[in-house]
């Protein structure tokens, strides 16, 4: 137990010696939901397309925690797993007392932590600044989180499973990435979606976690279907990285 708390904690060192990861993780969904909110008159108001709410009460913050969980699940986290592969990291640690599942554990522990610190810093600046509600139904939103960033967390190993080399897992992330922040309602928000096309991102881990944030957020249920959705995603992600994954 001490030796994994030692490892979190170089781990957690070196993440913030990344300036580029502490940045898109932490602070880039934070200023961008401020900025925008600030400078776009229309964020604050009343959209008949969204059901009457401003896109900064519950679009808007959900989208920003969707972001963060996003990059760090499949961008940050596979990144840093296939680099120790691909240097001979685990490989090492494996004649060693601290077996390569402890660096698993503690990569997935420090990406937890910074994915929580950014919700909870994106839900009280929009709060304290654009005067977005709490979430209203909050310990759905707490689970939803939770299920959501399991799934992504799942498909974040399975891509570092999947990747020979730290050049193709950044190429696969980018290319998995933005499909699926698309599919989340990011760019386009899901009301304003075609039907065919909403219908495609209800199964898909980003539409499905994007918009059951947002119901709690909103206060209300979030739909069984995307809490069904979730959990698909996590299990056959899951078993898939552990049936494939690789140390050496």
């Known amino acids: 137990m001490l030796v994994q708390k030692k490892l979190i904690l170089t781990e957690a060192k070196l993440f913030l010696r990344e300036p580029a990861a502490v940045f898109f993780a932490i602070?880039?969904?934070?200023?961008?939901?401020?900025?925008?909110?600030?400078?776009?008159?229309g964020f604050r108001d009343a959209d008949p397309a969204l059901g009457g709410e401003r896109i900064v009460d519950a679009?808007?913050?959900?989208?920003?925690?969707?972001?963060?969980?996003?990059?760090?699940t499949l961008s940050t986290l596979p990144s840093a797993l296939v680099t120790?592969?691909?240097?001979g990291v685990l490989r090492?640690?494996?004649?060693?007392?601290?077996?390569?599942?402890?660096?698993?554990?503690?990569?997935?522990?420090?990406?937890?932590?910074?994915?929580v610190l950014s919700t909870t810093l994106t839900l009280t600046l929009g709060h304290?600044?654009?005067?977005?509600p709490v979430p209203r139904l909050l310990a759905g939103f707490a689970a939803v989180f939770l299920l959501g960033a399991l799934a992504l967390f799942s498909i974040g190993l399975w891509l570092a499973a999947l990747a020979p080399s730290a050049r193709?897992?950044?190429?696969?992330?980018?290319?998995?990435?933005?499909?699926?922040?698309?599919?989340?309602?990011?760019?386009?928000?899901?009301d304003?979606?075609?039907?065919?096309?909403?219908?495609?991102?209800?199964?898909?881990?980003?539409?499905a976690?994007?918009?059951?944030l947002r119901d709690t957020m909103g206060g209300h249920a979030p739909s069984l279907t995307h809490l069904a959705v979730l959990a698909g995603w996590a299990l056959l992600a899951g078993i898939a990285a552990a049936r494939m994954f690789r140390w050496e």
Request: charged share 10%; aromatic share 8%; net charge positive.
């Open 168 to 190: 193709v897992v950044q190429g696969a992330s980018a290319a998995v990435m933005f499909p699926l922040l698309f599919l989340g309602g990011l760019w386009l928000p899901r």
């Open 128 to 132: 304290l600044v654009l005067d977005v």
């Open 59 to 72: 679009q808007f913050p959900a989208m920003m925690v969707l972001l963060s969980i996003v990059m760090l």
């Open 92 to 115: 090492r640690m494996s004649t060693t007392p601290v077996r390569p599942g402890a660096v698993l554990v503690a990569q997935i522990a420090i990406n937890a932590a910074v994915a």
């Open 192 to 207: 304003l979606m075609p039907s065919p096309l909403r219908v495609v991102s209800d199964f898909t881990p980003t539409g």
């Open 27 to 41: 602070l880039f969904p934070v200023v961008l939901m401020l900025v925008l909110g600030l400078s776009i008159p």
């Open 84 to 87: 120790y592969r691909e240097k």
């Open 209 to 212: 976690f994007g918009q059951a």
